[in-house]
């Protein structure tokens, strides 16, 4: 700001090369950046910290955080149902294709994708498959009890989940709830956290297919490198 105000573009340009070309000589540290950037969160557990850190690192927006909201039984419910290998379903193949599937192989989890269209490849094409095919909403009538479900394209597909939930149709352990959206999507968020379900969600039109993959992969990182870790419970 100094050499914007006192020595004109061309020093603040200088300036900046000079940085620049530093980053040249050794590799990015995100977790020193993060340290720098984040706000105070001594408040939240060790996990919640890690997957809050993935998410933000996911989109490259520290403003992501305030917009991220978990349930108080997030965590617990998800290593719990993680741990007794539940089956986890995907809205669509990107989010599917992102999700971790070595790590999951490992802890003996069942992946599943509800709209399995391999042609659907945006949020919009998702929403049409979903409202014009009906097999779609049976097919997640169907789904195992103590399910985890990653929804990251469809806000419709969101809108039909809290249905099911609300009648008793549907139990599952989880539900990340991100898809994309900017009308439709906000109000089945607010639905996701009046369901009563353990739920990860982003407040208003925040959200995507990889930052839904990426809440997932982060609690299952965290499950396999710190099994016995209660801090989530304090």
Request: proline letters at 5%; aromatic letters at 6%; glycine letters at 8%.
């Amino acid at each position: 700001m100094q050499a914007e105000t006192e020595g004109g573009l061309d020093e603040l340009e200088q300036l900046w090369e000079g940085w620049d070309a530093g980053a040249h000589t050794h590799p990015e540290d995100f977790g020193e950046s993060l340290q720098h950037l984040l706000p105070d969160l001594a408040d939240r557990s060790e996990i919640e910290v890690d997957l809050l850190s993935k998410l933000v690192l996911a989109c490259g927006d520290c403003s992501l955080l305030p917009f991220v909201k978990l349930s108080e039984t997030a965590i617990k419910s998800a290593r719990e149902a993680l741990k007794n290998q539940c089956q986890i379903v995907a809205d669509v193949p990107p989010v599917f294709a992102a999700l971790d599937g070595t790590r999951l192989a490992h802890l003996g989890t069942s992946i599943a994708t509800l709209i399995d269209d391999p042609h659907i490849n945006a949020a919009a094409e998702a929403e049409q498959e979903f409202w014009q095919q009906g097999e779609w909403f049976k097919k997640l009538l169907k789904l195992e009890k103590g399910c985890i479900l990653v929804i990251g394209y469809a806000p419709s597909v969101l809108m039909a989940v809290c249905e099911a939930i609300e009648s008793g149709q549907l139990q599952p352990a989880l539900v990340i709830g991100m898809p994309i959206g900017f009308s439709h999507s906000p109000v089945a968020k607010r639905r996701l956290v009046r369901s009563g379900v353990a739920y990860i969600t982003t407040v208003g039109t925040f959200g995507g297919g990889l930052l839904a993959a990426v809440a997932l992969n982060a609690l299952v990182e965290s499950l396999i490198e710190k099994p016995n870790c209660h801090c989530h419970l304090k």
